[in-house]
T-cell receptor
């Protein structure tokens, strides 16, 4: 079945360590996104990519990095520079059909990162 | 600036009651889209509906209905005869181009 796969579902990290969250989609979508969700807050955009080998910072990109070497994959690295990394991370994708159309976002099941 | 407000942080209802989740948005764009998503305990956001700014027709899908009013910048969501399986966090979102702005969400608890 088509969809978005995120891994791992749960991750624990010691302070000072970098961790990479995986996001893979087989929906043939051009655009991919990473969001962070904290309790009581909406989703905040970290990075997004509308095409392979190109990505843009979102509202809270500091302390994070991404790559988009393949259409299907958009991994997120949470670096030691991120001051408060404990959160729920959601990956999403969508089709792009020009500026006059906005397709819905399709989401993965999320990765919960806890810093010990 | 684009903004989405969901004033209700948490709502509790008893099964079979009707419940309305409020969503108010702010935008200066004339072309935009509005969405509702459901986030069950599993964590994945599930798409419920998309509306573009030129279509103010209300929509009904089973027990779900949506009321879009541009005059009040609102896009409210009503669940009729609620069920325990409706318990989730519901997000309203505004999209312009490929940019999405999410509201803070409303946690709905439907008690048996």
């Amino acid at each position: 079945d088509g969809g978005i796969t995120q891994s791992p579902k749960y991750l624990f990290r010691k302070e000072g360590q970098n961790v990479t969250l995986s996001c893979e989609q087989n929906l043939n979508h051009d655009a991919m996104y990473w969001y962070r969700q904290d309790p009581g807050q909406g989703l905040r955009l970290i990075y997004y990519s509308q095409i392979v080998n190109d990505f843009q910072k979102g509202d809270i990109a500091e302390g994070y990095s991404v790559s988009r070497e393949k259409k299907e994959s958009f991994p997120l690295t949470v670096t030691s520079a991120q001051k408060n990394p404990t959160a729920f991370y959601l990956c999403a994708s969508s089709i792009t059909q020009g500026i006059s159309y906005t397709g819905e976002l399709f989401f993965g099941e999320g990765s919960r990162l806890t810093v010990l | 600036a684009q903004k989405v407000t969901q004033a209700q942080t948490e709502i509790s209802v008893v099964e079979k009651e009707d419940v309305t989740l409020d969503c108010v948005y702010e935008t200066r764009d004339t072309t935009y889209y509005l969405f509702w998503y459901k986030q069950p305990p599993s964590g994945e956001l599930v798409f419920l509906i998309r509306r573009n700014s030129f279509d103010e027709q209300n929509e009904i899908s089973g027990r779900y209905s949506w009321n879009f009013q541009k005059s009040t910048s609102s896009f409210n969501f009503t669940i009729t005869a609620s069920q325990v399986v409706d318990s989730a966090v519901y997000f309203c979102a505004l999209a312009y181009g490929q940019n999405f702005v999410f509201g803070p969400g409303t946690r709905l608890s439907v008690l048996p």
